[in-house]
């Protein structure tokens, strides 16, 4: 459907040069679409550090878009089970119509400050404000920064949109400085281990000296 859709096929109407779309592993990365890293077959995450911790940054928004559709859904239960039997391109048209509608009110009544119940609300924590990014007139923009905005190169590879991305969060998210922590940490344990068993060594070591 992607593939297909006029969002993929006309990408110039709908993008400007520094915009794409959050997707999941179902998804082929490319110029507009930046989509998690797939893991290997029988596995959960993907074996590299960065692309587990790049995947859990982006899943924030598509949570959030994933509360977007509970509120509309909310707003119109019809939305749920369309009883509409779908039987030829007119009625195809004639349903799509219909959710046409409802996206258009879901919209006024947002404008309108007619709120939906609390409960179909998304939560603070699933609030999109991680990888948002500023004005590209930002005089105070570090070059990571900068680098979102390039336009894509003609011979770059399908992913470089997503690499690009990666390599921002890599070095601005907590996430990332939350991983380089734990794995200082973990180096910091290894070398006093390794400082105590040369010191143990170095004392058996001597004691056996003492008999040559």
């Known amino acids: ?30 110029e507009n679409m930046v989509s998690a890293y797939k893991a290997n077959p029988g596995q ?11 995947n859990t940054i982006i899943s924030k928004p598509r949570v959030s878009s994933e509360h977007v559709n509970g509120i509309w859904k909310g707003r119109f239960p019809w939305l749920r089970n369309i009883p509409n039997r779908i039987r030829g391109r007119k009625s ?19 404008e309108l400050r007619d709120a939906p119940m609390s409960s179909w609300e998304p939560r603070d924590e699933d609030k999109v404000s991680d990888i ?30 997503r ?13 990332f400085e939350e991983e380089r ?18 010191a143990i060594d170095t004392k058996h070591e001597e004691f056996f000296n003492q008999f040559k």
């Not at 948002?132 to 007139?137: F, I, M, T």
């Open 132 to 161: 948002a990014v500023p004005s590209p007139e930002d005089e105070e923009m570090l070059p990571e920064e900068r680098m979102l905005y390039q336009v894509v190169p003609d011979d770059a590879p399908k992913d470089w949109r």
């Open 92 to 110: 195809l048209k004639k349903v799509l119509k219909y959710i046409h509608c409802t996206v258009i009110l879901h919209n006024l009544l947002i």
């Open 44 to 54: 959960v995450q993907p074996e590299d550090v960065d692309e587990c911790n790049f």
């Open 163 to 175: 690499d690009t991305l990666k390599e921002y969060l890599r070095e601005t998210h907590d996430v």
């Open 181 to 198: 922590k734990a794995r200082g940490r973990c180096e910091d344990d290894s070398n006093v281990f390794m400082e105590q068993y040369y």
């Open 1 to 30: 459907m992607w593939r297909r859709s006029p969002l993929k096929m006309k990408k110039e109407q709908y993008f400007a040069v520094y915009e794409y779309i959050i997707g999941d592993t179902a998804f082929d990365p490319s």
